[in-house]
C-alpha cells in the first residue's frame, strides 16, 4: 500500500493503529466497550454532549475515527477536521440516509447493476416521492455525464456488483461537483485501501461494514463518510430520527476485525487473481470477470485507479446437455465442499451464490452468473474445490 506523505502512515499501519485509546500509563490498549441507552445530563443540551445513546453514543466514536482516517488519509487516529464518520445499523440504513438527500420530485442516477436491496429502495422511493431514477452503464462515462443533468444525486458502485464495471471516478465525479450534484461511491467492493473516493471528488463514501471491513461474517453494519460537516450534521440527523442506529458490541467487533484488513484483503486479493487467471483458461468456465484479467473490460481502469483488484470473480460455467444454464450453476453451487454456499462477501471464509435467485437482481445479470467472494483460505484447496465442482 502505498504511504500517506501528510500523516506518514501507510493504510495497512491505520487499520491497526486508529481509533486506539489516548496512551496513558495503565490505560486499556483497545476501546473499552461501553453500554449505556443513558448519559448524565442536566441543563441545555450543547453539541457534541452525550445525552441518549439513539442521538451519540461514545462506543461508536472509535470505529468511525479510524474509518475517517482510512478514508481521508488522515493518519492514525484522523486529524481534526479532516472528515467525519457517521455509523448505521446496516449497509441498508446507510443507503436510505443518502437517498434521503434527493427532495420529493427529484432525479437520482443510480448504476444499472449495484446492490439489489438498495435498487429495490430506490424503486419504492421514485413510487412514493415521484423521483425519477437514471440507471446507468456505470463504465459509460460519457453516459454517466449525459444522465447528470438537472439530477439531485449521483449514486457509484465501483466495482459494481455483481458484474465487477469500473467505474472513471474522476471523470463522473468531476462532472458531478460541476454541476453542483452531490455523489456517492459505495466503497464496499474496494474498501479504503483499494480506492479512496474522496480524493476523487466524492461528497460521500458508503460501506456494508458487514463485509470486509468487520470482515468475519458475524455483524451487520452500515457507515458513511464524508469532509462535509454540514452534510455529516444531516445525515446523523437521520440516523438519530429514523432510529437507524447500531449496538455497541458489533461496532466494537468490527474495530477488532478492522485491525487485519490489510492482511484478509492482501490474502483474499491474491487468491482471487489467481483463480481468475486459472478459471480464464478451465474448459468448464464460459466466462470469468475479474478486473485483475488483461482482457477484463475494467483492466486498464482498475490498475490506474485502484490498489489492487478486489476479491470478487464472476464465473458464467460452460452449459451441459440436459441442463439449463440456470440448472448448471446450481449444480456447481450444490457440488462445493470447501466454499461456502451463501448471499454475503467480505468474510475470510470463501461463498459464492448464482445471483439470479434473488428475484430482485437486476434482469441484465445473466441467470448463470455465479459470484464468488474469495477468502484467505490456501488458493490451491480453493482451486481443487471449485474444479471438482465445474466438472462434477
Known amino acids: 500500500m502505498s504511504t500517506n506523505p501528510a500523516a506518514g502512515l501507510s493504510p495497512a499501519t491505520v487499520v491497526v493503529s486508529a481509533g486506539r485509546p489516548e496512551r496513558t500509563q495503565g490505560g486499556h490498549i483497545n ?72 427532495p420529493d420530485g427529484g432525479t437520482m442516477v443510480l448504476p444499472r447493476h449495484a446492490y439489489q436491496a438498495g435498487m429495490v429502495l430506490a424503486d419504492q422511493i421514485r413510487d412514493r416521492h415521484g423521483v425519477t431514477l437514471r440507471h446507468v452503464d456505470i463504465a459509460d462515462t460519457d ?78 453494519l452500515g457507515a458513511l463518510v464524508t ?46 487473481a489467481e483463480l481468475a487467471r486459472r478459471l480464464a483458461d478451465h474448459p468448464e468456465v464460459a466466462e470469468v470477470r475479474h478486473p485483475s484479467l488483461p482482457g477484463d473490460p475494467g483492466h486498464g481502469r482498475a490498475k490506474a485507479q485502484m ?3 478486489g476479491a470478487i470473480i464472476g464465473v458464467r460455467p460452460v452449459g451441459r446437455a440436459g441442463l439449463d444454464p440456470v440448472e448448471r450453476a446450481d449444480a456447481v453451487v450444490d457440488a462445493v465442499r470447501l466454499w461456502l454456499p451463501a448471499t454475503s462477501l467480505g468474510g475470510v471464509e470463501s461463498m459464492l451464490e448464482r445471483r439470479r435467485r ?25 482451486w481443487l474445490d471449485l474444479d471438482q465442482a465445474l466438472r462434477a
Open 31 to 102: 476501546p473499552s466497550l461501553p453500554l449505556n441507552s443513558t448519559y448524565v445530563s442536566r441543563g441545555v443540551i450543547t453539541s457534541g454532549e452525550l445525552s441518549y445513546a439513539r442521538g451519540d453514543n461514545d462506543a461508536w466514536h472509535p470505529f468511525e475515527r479510524a474509518l475517517v482516517a482510512l478514508e481521508c488519509g488522515s493518519g492514525a487516529d484522523g486529524d481534526a477536521g479532516a472528515g467525519e464518520g457517521i455509523v448505521f445499523g446496516s449497509g441498508m440504513a446507510a443507503i436510505a440516509a443518502v437517498f434521503s438527500l434527493v
Open 143 to 220: 453516459a454517466v455525464v449525459a444522465a447528470l443533468d438537472g439530477a439531485d444525486l449521483l449514486l457509484v458502485e465501483s466495482p459494481t456488483n455483481p458484474m465487477l464495471e469500473v467505474a472513471d471516478l474522476p471523470a463522473v465525479l468531476g462532472a458531478a461537483r460541476a454541476r453542483g450534484m452531490r455523489s456517492v461511491v459505495d466503497n464496499t467492493f474496494a474498501t479504503p485501501l483499494g480506492q479512496r473516493p474522496l480524493e476523487h471528488g466524492a461528497d460521500v463514501v458508503l460501506h456494508s461494514v458487514t463485509k470486509y471491513l468487520a470482515g468475519h461474517s458475524d455483524v451487520v
Open 227 to 272: 469532509r462535509d460537516a454540514e452534510l455529516a450534521a444531516t445525515l446523523r440527523e437521520h440516523r438519530t430520527l429514523h432510529g437507524a442506529i447500531a449496538g455497541p458490541f458489533e461496532v466494537w467487533l468490527a474495530l477488532r476485525g478492522l485491525r487485519t484488513l490489510a492482511l484478509r484483503f492482501e490474502r483474499a486479493q491474491a487468491n482471487a
Open 307 to 309: 490498489n489492487g483488484f
Open 358 to 382: 434473488w428475484g430482485t437482481e437486476a434482469v441484465t445479470v445473466p441467470e448463470d452468473l455465479l459470484r464468488l467472494s474469495v477468502g484467505i483460505e490456501d488458493v490451491e484447496d480453493l
